[in-house]
């Protein structure tokens, strides 16, 4: 009789990408690429502070099924470094704390529902929802189980970043702890020309 050799489970593959884009139009790319390299800058002296923008988070092993690509996400206790996927029980078992979606006219009521849902349910303490075009955000921080929704956003400081939103008729703006406005690339080098013109 010949011994029956175990069969190797096949290896469970987490792709890197959900096959949706990034961003539905310029205005909301720029506001992700915004959000997220101004707090990359904001961390960048914290090797202890991970930063990415459209990465696939899955919080279960084993279930490449139950997965969220927030726009922005924080891991504050995460290494930096590059990953092809956030990994939950690769990092600790930490889930990202801290999450930001910005709206698009590609978006639905249910969409962010499901969102919403997802995040209170795998651990996310901050959530912050930005609609540029309307010039509107809201937040909800972690309370027990669930988030609760921020009364009054315009002012508001997020207490794991140390951001401030300003939420006016105007329209919505992020600010640094040291009161710094977030810039695009562009401004910034406009600031960094106008520095080198002054200084010269």
């Known amino acids: 009789m010949s011994a029956v050799i175990p069969t190797a489970k096949p290896a469970i593959i987490y792709p890197e990408s959900d096959g949706q884009p990034m961003a539905d139009n310029t205005l909301q790319f720029r506001w992700i690429t915004v959000v997220q390299g101004n707090l990359a800058a904001l961390f960048a002296d914290r090797p202890d502070v991970f930063v990415a923008g459209d990465l ?3 919080p279960v092993e084993g279930r490449p099924d139950i997965r969220r690509a927030p726009d922005v996400m924080v891991a504050i206790g995460r290494p930096k470094g590059d990953r092809s996927a956030y990994l939950q029980w690769e990092e ?3 889930p990202p704390q801290v999450v930001f979606e910005i709206w698009s006219p590609g978006n639905t009521m249910s969409e962010m529902a499901r969102k919403h849902e997802f995040y209170v349910r795998y651990g996310v303490s901050e959530y912050y929802l930005i609609d ?6 809201v937040g909800w921080v972690r309370q027990g189980a669930r988030l609760r929704m921020v009364d009054e956003m315009n002012g508001w400081v997020s207490p794991l970043l140390g951001v401030r939103f300003a939420v006016t008729e105007e329209g919505v703006d992020l600010f640094y702890p040291d009161g710094r406005p977030f810039l695009t690339f562009e401004e910034l080098a406009r600031a960094d020309a106008e520095e080198r013109a002054q200084a010269e």
């Open 92 to 94: 600790g078992g930490q």
């Open 132 to 137: 540029p075009q309307q010039g509107e955000a």
């Open 56 to 58: 696939l988070w899955y």
